[in-house]
């Protein structure tokens, strides 16, 4: 009975020293899926709960004619409309509209000073021969006359302005609307621009005067203080430190439709990125996303290298209705830079021709020249006597795309074309020159025989010129896209005028040679091509991306498995890596940027229960001015991470194992795309660190207990997306109990025996 009893008791010592083995093998083992926390699809939406209503995702609802609150996933923001001043408006043409947040003065369209037509300067007083009109001034050469009429009876009038201290004869003739001194004829409610001879304020009057007559036919005074509208100067862009490396050295309202960022930098690494407008405060989620070429039909910005960029809002927007300008994230709700609008603004008009800044014009037409290869758009401005085109091809550095007037009337003929040749080159700078297509053959400088610009034909004593206007240029995934402008009239006895009907025409793509003239085309037309310049709306259609820009495969990162403290894992922040990077990886859309673990972007980090791990944190703690570069690094329940930013709801559901810690910002940059690497090592030699002198790193010890789930998971406390998951093993608290209970119960009963 005794050996019986004791082989029973060995019995159950085995098997509770089997029950603490197995559960340990199993928790050493890779991760169980019933274990693992599911990832949370990026695109689910959360309602919000809004003073006792409860509003789904992108709900708007209005709580008085000033303020639009808008449900974002979970979380509320609302919008508060500013009012601009009465910008010199009548008190007799003010209107309060029911329903609307600010009276309206529909005669003048104004913020302070700036209106729809630039600044008032009056209406015409002391009139005759049925003088009457309006004058708003543009800028300091240039004004606008309003509803002008004018009898056109009398005999020697003109446009005259003066700095006498009453209109008189002392004065200068303004040339009419078509640029001509010619006497005045008749005018009925007609809107035109002139052109000073010298700057505004150096006149006290305009006048309709007739010399023959000595007579006022009617004028308007300009004040001694009168400040014309000009391009106002906002200032640098751009935090410091710098988001997404985001920085240019001056951003300027050239109009009120227009700002252009000088020197712009950015990564392009946000993933929902773009120029963006609102009002009010610019930390809160509200505004509206300012359709740009480059953000790619409203995919995201592109990466910006130090470029001149011209951003132009949409329709019946103008730049007095919004309080700032920014480059935004969409996705991560993330101010990446912004400037501020001032209230009062004495900016210039928007003028849609004639205006004195290259912008990335709109093209209402278009044609396919080659399928998925060559694209040509355009748009004809009769006022301005102009044709702008955009090439768009898929060709390479070094390679260009050429388009223009046929040498044939009858049909597609290459010899003596009139053609446009635009190219980028390896060096990065784009061209786009006037060519005449003398023959078949390369161009001889000497007697501009061949293929020739204009200017060498022009040298060889042709008497031709350059008569086109390079507007913009740029790459993006694939794609060139040159913009540029001819005049619709030939300038010069090499050029063919545009003429608005079907026309033949000619194209081609080839390479350029050292000289950065065009060598033998490797594309041309299999027959005739017409284009009718007349039509007033055709598509202007997009290429398909390159084949290589479709599918992506994540990168393989190896996973990191650390030795207990004193080991040290170091978190910085870098570039998210798009979809090979941390999309592919983690199933997630980040806004750009990510956590890197010893320099490995976002590994699976493989730690054990009962031991201490020491992480040195460079993820910023400055959160008083700058959230975009404020990212705690904790360790959480929740696959998304963000605690910060989340309901009390969401909150109570999550659980925080460590952190949240900051430490100094030292982050990862790279200006290369993503998209060029097959793996993450390649990238990684793109990148470089930025810290500050002396940086001081945020410490944070973890202590992995031993009812630590299997998957928990490393991320920002301020921010979404930014970390991935954390593999942990070892004997759970509950097994090694259980089997030591077990144990106990085993020898106690065997010292009985």
């Not at 252009?260 to 120029?275: H, I, M, R, S, W």
């Not at 446009?420 to 023959?439: H, P, R, W």
Request: negative net charge; hydrophobic residues 35%; proline residues 7%.
């Amino acid at each position: 009975m005794e050996r019986k009893g004791r082989v029973i008791l060995i019995g159950w010592l085995f098997a509770a020293l089997r029950i603490g083995f197995f559960t340990y093998a199993q928790d050493s083992g890779s991760s169980s899926a019933s274990g693992e926390s599911p990832i949370v699809n990026p695109d689910r939406t959360k309602p919000c709960s809004f003073r006792r209503q409860l509003l789904v995702h992108q709900q708007e609802v209005r709580i008085d004619p000033c303020t639009l609150c808008t449900c974002n996933n979970g979380r509320t923001s609302c919008i508060i409309e500013r009012c601009p001043s009465d910008g010199g408006c009548p008190p007799r043409e003010i209107v309060i509209i029911p329903e609307e947040c600010c009276p309206q003065c529909p005669y003048m369209c104004t913020s302070a000073t700036s209106t729809e037509y630039g600044k008032l300067l009056g209406t015409f007083t002391n009139t005759a021969h049925g003088v009457a009109g309006t004058i708003y001034v543009i800028d300091a050469r240039r004004i606008w006359l309003r509803g002008f009429s004018y009898d056109g009876q009398g005999p020697d009038a003109f446009f005259y302005v003066g700095s006498t201290d009453r209109p008189s004869g002392n004065g200068v003739i303004i040339p009419n609307e078509n640029e001509q001194t010619s006497v005045l004829g008749a005018y009925s409610d007609r809107n035109f621009i002139l052109t000073l001879p010298e700057d505004i304020t150096t006149y006290k009057w305009f006048s309709i005067w007739c010399r023959q007559a000595g007579a006022n036919f009617g004028d308007i005074s300009i004040p001694a203080n009168f400040v014309a509208p000009a391009p106002l100067d906002l200032g640098s862009f751009g935090f410091d430190p710098k988001v997404h490396d985001v920085s240019a050295t001056k951003v300027t309202i050239l109009n009120t439709k227009q700002v252009k960022f000088t020197n712009l930098v950015y990564d392009g690494q946000g993933p929902e990125a773009f120029f963006w407008v609102g009002g009010g405060n610019v930390t809160m989620a509200g505004g509206k996303r300012v359709p740009h070429v480059d953000d790619n039909n409203g995919v995201k910005l592109r990466a910006y290298t130090g470029e001149d960029v011209i951003v132009t809002l949409e329709g019946t927007d103008r730049i007095f209705n919004f309080g700032y300008i920014s480059i935004w994230c969409a996705l991560a709700l993330q101010d990446f830079g912004n400037a501020v609008i001032p209230a009062d603004l004495n900016v210039p008009p928007y003028v849609a021709s004639g205006n004195p800044s290259p912008i990335m014009p709109e093209f209402p037409n278009g044609k396919v020249l080659k399928e998925d290869r060559f694209h040509i758009c355009w748009k004809v401005d009769e006022a301005a006597g102009t044709l702008r085109l955009r090439f768009e091809g898929t060709v390479k550095r070094d390679e260009y795309m050429s388009f223009g007037i046929s040498g044939s009337q009858t049909g597609t003929s290459m010899p003596e074309s009139d053609v446009i040749v635009a190219y980028i080159g390896k060096d990065g700078e784009a061209g786009a020159m006037d060519y005449y297509l003398q023959s078949r053959s390369q161009c001889v400088p000497t007697n501009g025989d061949g293929a020739c610009p204009d200017v060498l034909m022009g040298s060889a004593g042709a008497g031709a010129t350059n008569d086109v206007t390079l507007l913009s240029s740029r790459v993006n995934r694939g794609i060139t896209t040159i913009d540029v402008e001819r005049p619709l009239a030939a300038i010069d006895a090499k050029d063919k005028a545009i003429a608005l009907a079907p026309t033949y025409v000619s194209w081609a793509i080839g390479e350029l040679n050292p000289e950065k003239r065009v060598s033998k085309h490797s594309l041309v037309p299999r027959g005739d091509v017409q284009v009718d310049f007349s039509q007033e709306s055709s598509s202007c259609p997009r290429l398909a991306l390159p084949a290589g820009d479709k599918d992506v495969t994540p990168w393989v990162i190896d996973d990191l498995t650390p030795k207990p403290a004193p080991e040290v894992i170091t978190a910085h922040i870098g570039p998210s890596g798009g979809e090979q990077g941390y999309q592919g990886i983690a199933g997630q859309v980040g806004w750009g940027i990510a956590w890197y673990l010893n320099g490995l972007l976002v590994p699976e980090l493989n730690v054990q229960r009962n031991n201490i791990y020491k992480f040195e944190i460079y993820g910023g703690n400055d959160n008083s001015t700058n959230l975009a570069n404020f990212h705690p690094f904790y360790i959480t329940s929740d696959s998304d991470g963000g605690y910060n930013q989340k309901t009390a709801k969401e909150k109570e559901a999550e659980t925080i194992y460590a952190g949240p810690t900051g430490g100094e910002l030292c982050n990862f940059t790279s200006m290369a795309d993503p998209k060029d690497f097959d793996t993450f090592e390649k990238y990684a030699e793109t990148l470089n660190k930025t810290c500050p002198p002396m940086v001081k790193p945020g410490i944070l010890e973890w202590t992995v207990d031993p009812g630590t789930p299997d998957v928990v998971y490393y991320q920002c406390y301020q921010h979404r997306y930014f970390g991935w998951k954390i593999n942990v093993s070892g004997a759970s608290q509950t097994a090694v109990s259980f089997a030591l209970m077990v144990a106990l119960l085993a020898l106690a009963v065997f010292n009985q025996i």
